[in-house]
């Protein structure tokens, strides 16, 4: 069975409320009380691993390839320019590796999340 339309959308509508969540995150001047340089990447990490289960889940007809690779790459370099800007944030290339990682990992836990049931169907023909 192919992923059904409704829930493409509702993993469209995810994939948006993360990025806007993401994005706020990013350039926010609150500050979090207990955030250590290794759970900022660990959040990046994260979050990057979610918006690639997510993008690739808004757009099942093509496989997690190097556009959406490249796209997710792309907003997270974004961001670290914008945060190069704002005078309580700064650039991290270490926040684009994290961010690198978390869609690596996306990629090596595909074959894992096409047994799960629930997700399976975005992968069948």
């Given at each position: 069975?192919?992923?059904?339309?409704?829930?493409?959308?509702?993993?469209?509508?995810?994939?948006?409320?993360?990025?806007?969540?993401?994005?706020?995150?990013?350039?926010?001047?609150?500050?979090?009380?207990?955030?250590?340089?290794?759970y900022?990447?660990?959040?990046?990490?994260?979050?990057?691993?979610?918006?690639?289960l997510?993008?690739?889940?808004?757009?099942?007809?093509?496989?997690?390839?190097?556009?959406?690779?490249?796209?997710?790459?792309?907003?997270?370099?974004?961001?670290?320019?914008?945060?190069?800007?704002?005078?309580?944030?700064?650039?991290?290339?270490?926040?684009?590796?994290?961010?690198?990682?978390?869609?690596?990992?996306?990629?090596?836990?595909?074959?894992f999340?096409?047994?799960?049931?629930?997700?399976?169907?975005?992968?069948?023909?």
């Amino acid at each position: 069975m192919k992923l059904p339309r409704m829930y493409i959308y509702i993993f469209r509508v995810l994939l948006l409320v993360t990025l806007i969540v993401v994005t706020f995150f990013a350039t926010t001047s609150l500050q979090f009380a207990i955030v250590p340089s290794i759970y900022e990447k660990l959040n990046h990490f994260a979050a990057f691993l979610v918006l690639a289960l997510l993008l690739d889940f808004s757009f099942p007809n093509s496989w997690f390839n190097s556009v959406k690779i490249f796209a997710l790459i792309a907003y997270g370099f974004s961001l670290e320019i914008i945060q190069h800007f704002l005078p309580h944030r700064m650039f991290s290339l270490f926040d684009i590796g994290a961010d690198s990682i978390g869609l690596l990992a996306y990629g090596l836990l595909i074959p894992f999340i096409k047994k799960l049931p629930v997700l399976n169907d975005r992968w069948a023909s």
